[in-house]
């Protein structure tokens, strides 16, 4: 898979271009006067300045585009421009995607918590075979990969956030358990090489299972003394043998996301409960291996066989709009238009999810067919509009 360099860095666009919706500023105290009280959280995973920085950026009442807050949050975290398409905001309470043109307005009496995700994630990146997925180079053979250190290390801290907090719910199976095992002392194991310590000296200090998803810690802890002690002396077991190990941090970091990546689908699979005309109730699975995805039933509960709607090459533009005349109707009717003629029409149940979902689709085709293009007006980045606008292909230094 082909992946195309989509930043469109706009430093310096003359005064005759339209202008880009201006960001307040991150929270900052000040000796001249009393800053307002932050409404706005952007929280972050990871930061190259070390865990003892703060996790997130706070901001005063005013008016934000998602866009610009991205690249707030990705400067804060040393993440190159090349990487910020890779990024998006959400929000943890209603599991809330952004456009990277949704604009928050918040006033004083405001309070909004969002986070600074990796959103668009190419399995097998980190493969060198043929179908492996990269970066264009200027000129052949001159490919990079997908993801650097930096980003690689907040795309670890950011899956093994929702694995061990249960934001993604994994298999009860053996087989699962022994892998989530695995991964708990490969994480067990970086931690002590990150702070210099023994992996033993690890195990004695902090408990294994808080390295384990919280629906697993649960589950051990309602199993009998003896089945906790063999579980217990296993683990200690391989943290002995990995003890001797000489790989570095970065080599276990990758190690865990590629087990992540094999345990679950869910964690770079977004799904959508939508309508569509001819089949009734459908659900919709999109990923960047697989393109746009169906079924009738929900996986977990079912053995029927995901159908292939269409792949991001193939769609020529997407349309969103109100799915009755009746003006009190939340849903929306989003129309997917194909190269072959053929248009597919997916109703969501209110505006929201309609627009997560067209961003998603819009950010993957960029990022595998065409940089400088957009897909749908609803979602389009500002930046990469204004860049249109002025008749300018590429980036801007």
């Keep these: 898979?082909?992946?195309?360099?989509?930043?469109?860095?706009?430093?310096?666009v003359t005064d005759a271009c339209p202008t880009v919706h201006q960001n307040g500023t991150a929270h900052r105290e000040s000796s001249d006067a009393r800053p307002a009280a932050p409404v706005l959280r952007l929280h972050f995973y990871h930061s190259s300045q070390g865990a003892a920085d703060s996790s997130f950026l706070s901001y005063p009442p005013g008016e934000y585009v998602a866009e610009e807050l991205c690249i707030d949050t990705a400067k804060a975290c040393c993440i190159s421009p090349l990487y910020y398409s890779l990024f998006s905001l959400y929000r943890a309470r209603d599991n809330m995607w952004f456009a990277p043109n949704h604009i928050f307005q918040l006033d004083e009496s405001s309070s909004e918590d969002l986070f600074f995700r990796i959103r668009y994630y190419f399995p097998g990146w980190y493969c060198s075979g043929v179908s492996r997925a990269y970066r264009y180079g200027v000129k052949k053979g001159s490919e990079s990969p997908v993801l650097d250190d930096?980003?690689?290390?907040?795309?670890?801290?950011?899956?093994?956030?929702?694995f061990v907090n249960g934001v993604v719910k994994i298999s009860s199976s053996h087989e699962s358990q022994e892998e989530c095992l695995g991964m708990a002392v490969l994480d067990m194991t970086r931690t002590a090489k990150e702070r210099q310590m023994s992996p033993l000296d690890i195990y004695h200090h902090t408990s294994y299972k808080s390295f384990l998803p919280k629906d697993m810690r649960n589950q051990i802890q309602d199993c009998s003394f003896l089945t906790r002690k063999r579980i217990r002396f296993r683990f200690k077991r391989f943290i002995q043998q990995f003890s001797q190990c000489r790989t570095t941090v970065r080599d276990l970091?990758?190690?865990?996301?590629?087990?992540?990546?094999?345990?679950e689908?869910?964690?770079?699979?977004?799904?959508?409960?939508?309508?569509?005309?001819?089949?009734?109730?459908?659900?919709i699975l999109v990923a960047a291996d697989t393109g746009i995805q169906w079924c009738r039933e929900k996986l977990k509960d079912s053995d029927e066989e995901l159908q292939t709607l269409c792949d991001f090459p193939d769609i020529t533009d997407i349309s969103i709009k109100q799915a009755s005349k009746d003006a009190a109707t939340e849903s929306r009717l989003v129309t997917i238009n194909k190269q072959d003629?053929?248009?597919?029409?997916?109703?969501?149940p209110n505006l929201f999810e309609a627009l997560s979902f067209a961003s998603l689709i819009d950010g993957y085709y960029r990022l595998t067919t065409d940089a400088h293009h957009y897909l749908c007006k609803e979602v389009a980045p500002p930046r990469l509009v204004e860049a249109i606008s002025c008749h300018c292909h590429g980036p801007i230094s």
């Design 1 to 12: 898979m082909l992946l195309m360099a989509s930043l469109l860095a706009m430093g310096t």
């Design 150 to 162: 930096y980003v690689m290390s907040y795309l670890f801290s950011q899956w093994r956030n929702d």
């Design 253 to 263: 970091k990758l190690k865990y996301l590629i087990s992540i990546e094999s345990l």
């Design 265 to 283: 689908k869910a964690f770079y699979t977004e799904t959508f409960e939508v309508k569509e005309p001819a089949s009734g109730q459908l659900i």
């Design 341 to 348: 003629g053929k248009n597919l029409e997916l109703e969501f």
